[in-house]
Structures are given as structure tokens and as C-alpha cells.
């Protein structure tokens, strides 16, 4: 018999972790993050957030996730009887349906602004000519 050899994550390389971490959804990733510092370093990696997937609106206000350099993917999409209200035509709405879809567009536009203010904060960190 061979002897057990063990090996704690925290031993992988770090391109090795930032594989594991690929994996995991965004809630995993925090979560893993959440045990030890080391971790959390390889969460706040850039390369670790090029793609973004939403799907509800709740998602866009959790901070498990890193708007970085690397973000080249993002969507945004959910489907709800509350969100079907908002494809109807405005004037057919109600007061209480305009005030739903008022909410829902104030809180893509709001995350989309966080989103612009990053990317416009690294172009102008970049030096001209790179």
C-alpha cells in the first residue's frame, strides 16, 4: 500500500487555484474567498473576471464579483412576471407596473455606470501609445 499524501489547497500554485476558482460560480468564488487571505487574493485576480453572467437583479447589488481590466463579457438578463410588465407598451401601464419597471432600469442603469466609471478609470490610467 501506498502511503496517503495530503496536500492543503493553499499549496497549489497560484495558476493552478486560479483554475479551481474558474469553476466555481460567483457566490463559491466569494465563499472560498471568505477562508484565508491567499484565497482572497487569487478571488481579486482580474483574470479571473473576464466574463459576467447576471441572473436576477438581486445579483447586481452582491459583492461577489470583481468589475476589473480583464472584463471582456457581460449579460444581464432575467426573466420574471415582473420584468415581462416592463415589455409592455408604457401607456398601457398601470402606476404600480410604471414604478416596478422604474426600479428595475434604475438598478441596470446604476450598475452599468459603476461598469462605464471603471473601464473609462482604467483608459485613463493607461499611458497614450499603449
Do not use: Y
Not at 487555484?17 to 487571505?37: G, P, V
Not at 478571488?43 to 461577489?64: I, Y
Amino acid at each position: 500500500t501506498w502511503p496517503l499524501l495530503t496536500m492543503h489547497i493553499t499549496q497549489l500554485n497560484r495558476e493552478c487555484l486560479l483554475h479551481l476558482f474558474s469553476f466555481l460560480d460567483k457566490d463559491s468564488r466569494k465563499s472560498l474567498a471568505r477562508t484565508c487571505s491567499q484565497l482572497h487574493e487569487v478571488f481579486e485576480d482580474p483574470a479571473l473576471w473576464s466574463l459576467l453572467h447576471f441572473r436576477s437583479l438581486t445579483e447586481l447589488q452582491k459583492d461577489n464579483f470583481l468589475l476589473g481590466p480583464a472584463l471582456r463579457s457581460l449579460s444581464i438578463c432575467w426573466h420574471s412576471s415582473r420584468v415581462q410588465v416592463c415589455s409592455i407598451e408604457d401607456w398601457l401601464k398601470s402606476a404600480f407596473q410604471r414604478s416596478i419597471c422604474s426600479q428595475h432600469e434604475s438598478l441596470v442603469n446604476d450598475f452599468l455606470l459603476r461598469v462605464c466609471d471603471r473601464v473609462r478609470g482604467l483608459n485613463d490610467t493607461v499611458a497614450p501609445g499603449t
